[in-house]
Every structure is written in structure tokens, then in C-alpha cells.
């Protein structure tokens, strides 16, 4: 009789403080998606409504590009965590390559929404047209500044793997600007059926 | 290694895969009182994905590990109940 013990690491990857950052955070979307729905019942038919003029495709397309950035993110976290003395060269140019392949996406969700962005202020539509497009905006408008910021920090980090900063001893950086890159993910995973599919 | 990296593969195609099943309710118009409840299950079992395999919190203290999936809980739960409860349960 043989039992398998996993050791747990003590910590989650990346600086503590990150962590600190991302509990706010998922907290602070998550009155706002409480908010959201519970205004939602009060005006189900002009939630419903308004909830027309979004675009699912350019919602879904959205979905798709997070997942698979969070997807590169990971594999580059891999190159460097698995790196030793003898491959940091190796390690930090696969991380770049994939790190690359995420910031393309981020700049892709980023002109998708800004595109999506532009359709509706086009139609005129503003913080205080419905309570629909107010938690709309907020909620969109505040994911799109995270996904701006996320992808200047992996820019960033990618910048220091083309300089081979990133050594056996030394890649907490990357695994912390790493984590935030995946809170953006998870906030969106919920942000897309509630806001562009449930009704 | 080899299995880990599996892994990833397997997480990215049953995320996306979710993903068009939430497209399609959209789209086809599908989305029914019934269907909600199973579209919120599923962006559940996403978050959760994501939490594990991408955070990487399923190798971490489960402390860690629970108050991201604790946070996704409340607010999938708190969702459902806005959709479900009664409005009269509210006022």
C-alpha cells in the first residue's frame, strides 16, 4: 500500500504583492458583475434590448484570443521555470517567442474592442443612456485599461528575455507579470456570457 | 514535463471548446432560462481551468488555491440567483 504525497508549493508563482493586487481586483469586478445582474431584473426588457446593438462575434472572437494568449503565457512561464545554468540562452529565446505570440493577441483584443468601442459611442451611446450600457461601459471599459496594461507588462518582460534577464536563481518577475495577464483572463471568462450572451 | 505540457493542450481545447458552446447559445438564439443555468456551469468549470492550470494554483497551499475559486463560486452563484430567484424574493 503505497501513498502518493504531492508536495504544495508554499507560495503562489510571482511576488506576493501581485497576488494582494489580483484578490482586489477580482473583488472589485465582482460587485460590479453582482451589480450588473441584479440591476438586470429590475429592467430585463431594456437589458435584453440594448443587449442587440453588442456584437457576440466580436465578444466570442474576444474570448478566444484571451484564452489562447493565457495558452502562450503559460508555455513561456514553462521555458524559463524549467531553465538551467547551461540553457538560460535557449530558455529566455523560447519565453520571448512566446511572449511575443501573447502580446499579439493582447493588441489584437485591444483593436477588436476598439473597434467595438467606436460602433457604440458612434450610436451615441454614453455612461448614462441606460443602466444596460453604464455597467457596460464601465465594466469593458475598465477590462480594456487591464488588458492595456498586462500587455505593457509582458511587453516589458519579453524585452528582458531578448537581453537574457532571466536566469535559474531569477524569473519571479516574469511569473508575476505573468499571474496578472491570467487574472485579466479569468475576469473576461466571466465578463463574456454575462454581458454579451445571457438574456 | 511531457504530461504537464499535455495538459496545457488539453485545458486550451476544452476552453475553447466552451467557448462556442457559449457562442452558439447566443447566436442560435438558444438561451432559455434552462440553458443558463448549464452556460454558467460552464464558465465555472472554465474559471476554474483557468485558476489551476494557467495561475497555476493547483500546486500551491490550497489556501491560495480557494479564494480565487471561492470568488468564482460567490459569483456565478450570485448571477444564477439574480436570474432565478423571483423579483418579488428581492423587493
Known amino acids: 500500500m503505497s501513498k502518493s504525497v504531492t508536495l504544495k508549493e508554499k507560495y503562489p508563482p510571482g511576488d506576493f504583492a501581485i497576488w494582494i493586487i489580483i484578490y482586489v481586483e477580482l473583488v472589485t469586478f465582482g460587485l460590479l458583475f453582482a451589480g450588473y445582474a441584479f440591476s438586470r431584473r429590475s429592467h430585463i426588457e431594456m437589458f435584453n434590448d440594448s443587449q442587440l446593438l453588442l456584437n457576440q462575434t466580436s465578444g466570442f472572437i474576444n474570448t ?47 483593436v477588436i474592442k476598439f473597434l467595438e468601442f467606436y460602433h457604440i459611442f458612434g450610436e451615441g451611446i ?48 516574469f511569473e508575476t507579470g505573468a499571474s496578472y495577464w491570467h487574472m485579466v483572463d479569468l475576469l473576461w471568462i466571466v465578463l463574456f456570457p454575462l454581458v454579451y450572451i445571457i438574456r | 514535463m511531457p504530461n504537464r505540457k499535455r495538459t496545457l493542450e488539453y485545458v486550451w481545447i476544452i476552453l475553447v471548446i466552451l467557448t462556442i458552446f457559449a457562442y452558439l447559445l447566443g447566436y442560435l438564439k438558444l438561451i432559455g432560462t434552462s440553458l443558463v443555468g448549464v452556460l454558467l456551469l460552464s464558465t465555472f468549470i472554465k474559471g476554474q481551468l483557468v485558476i489551476d492550470h494557467f495561475m497555476g494554483l493547483k500546486t500551491v497551499k490550497l489556501k491560495y ?19 432565478y430567484l423571483p423579483v418579488a424574493a428581492v423587493h
Open chain 1, 64 to 110: 478566444l484570443i484571451l484564452i489562447t494568449s493565457s495558452y502562450f503565457v503559460v508555455k513561456a512561464v514553462q521555458s524559463v521555470t524549467g531553465m538551467r545554468q547551461e540553457s538560460i540562452k535557449e530558455s529566455n529565446l523560447r519565453a520571448s517567442k512566446w511572449l511575443l505570440y501573447a502580446i499579439m493577441c493582447g493588441i489584437a483584443f485591444l
Open chain 1, 126 to 173: 454614453t455612461l448614462s443612456t441606460n443602466k444596460f450600457f453604464m455597467f457596460y461601459l464601465l465594466l469593458t471599459v475598465f477590462h480594456f485599461m487591464h488588458v492595456l496594461l498586462g500587455s505593457v507588462i509582458l511587453f516589458n518582460i519579453y524585452k528582458k528575455t531578448r537581453t537574457e534577464g532571466y536566469t535559474p536563481d531569477d524569473h519571479r518577475g
Open chain 2, 65 to 83: 488555491r480557494l479564494i480565487p475559486t471561492v470568488w468564482l463560486g460567490i459569483v456565478i452563484s450570485l448571477i444564477a440567483a439574480a436570474y
